[in-house]
């Protein structure tokens, strides 16, 4: 049944009006808040969907992929247990990074990201997994299938992002990576996401 033509007039909200992708987990959808090296984190505002300022980035390390989250994911109990019995998560849509070997500028997109691994993090006793990604239609990283499929640098440079980006004089950071995985761990981890959504959002 096609949609009547009063639904074209809002614009979706980006976590909850867009679906995880026909092909989730292997390709999903994208929506990007943050381009590679912004000094400036942005943020989805839950309630309205339009992309905030959330702080400029403090410390000197800078985002180096393209940064956002899978649309109707949810990181609660079952994302939590794939990482330990004593973890919550986060209750934040699930984090995935892309990488793009041609530069994308721009964030408050959607693209198509095929996915090949992840991180394992752990920030301030939270499941928080960072989904590692390439753009479907790359030239170069397109036809990727896994985490070992990509240079090391690449997850070493993320590795590092993460570990460093709430680091603030005086402060420790409780931020902990904790492995990284491949692209079927990382599979498990976004159907246990669109799960928890299901059950905290429903249709």
């Known amino acids: 049944m096609p949609f009547p033509d009063t639904f074209y ?3 979706p909200h980006p976590w909850h009006g ?9 390709v999903v ?9 912004d000094p400036v984190k942005y943020e989805t505002d839950k309630k309205t969907g339009y992309l905030m300022v959330d702080r400029p980035q403090r410390a000197s390390s800078l985002q180096p992929s393209l940064y956002g989250f899978i649309p109707r994911t949810y990181c609660g109990s079952r994302v ?43 920030d301030d006793g939270e499941a928080d997994d960072k989904i590692i990604a390439v753009l479907a239609t790359d030239n170069i990283w397109g036809d990727a299938k896994d985490i070992n499929e990509v ?7 993320l590795d590092h992002y993460f570990k460093t980006y709430k680091m603030l004089p005086g402060k420790e950071s409780n ?15 976004i159907k246990a996401s669109m799960e928890d959504y299901m059950e905290r959002y429903g249709e």
């Not at 240079?151 to 440079?157: A, G, K, Q, Y």
């Open 9 to 11: 007039r809002w614009r």
């Open 18 to 26: 867009i679906d995880a992708g026909e092909n989730a987990p292997d």
């Open 29 to 37: 959808n994208a929506y990007i808040e943050i381009t590679p090296f």
């Open 80 to 122: 939590a247990k794939l990482m330990g019995d004593d973890l919550k998560g986060d209750k934040d849509p699930l984090d995935i990074c892309v990488f793009s070997e041609r530069p994308i500028t721009r964030s408050d997109i959607l693209l198509h990201a095929r996915v090949i691994g992840g991180l394992a993090m752990i």
């Open 151 to 157: 240079p090391h640098v690449l997850i070493e440079r």
């Open 175 to 189: 931020v902990e990576i904790a492995s990284h995985y491949g692209r079927d761990h990382a599979h498990k981890v």
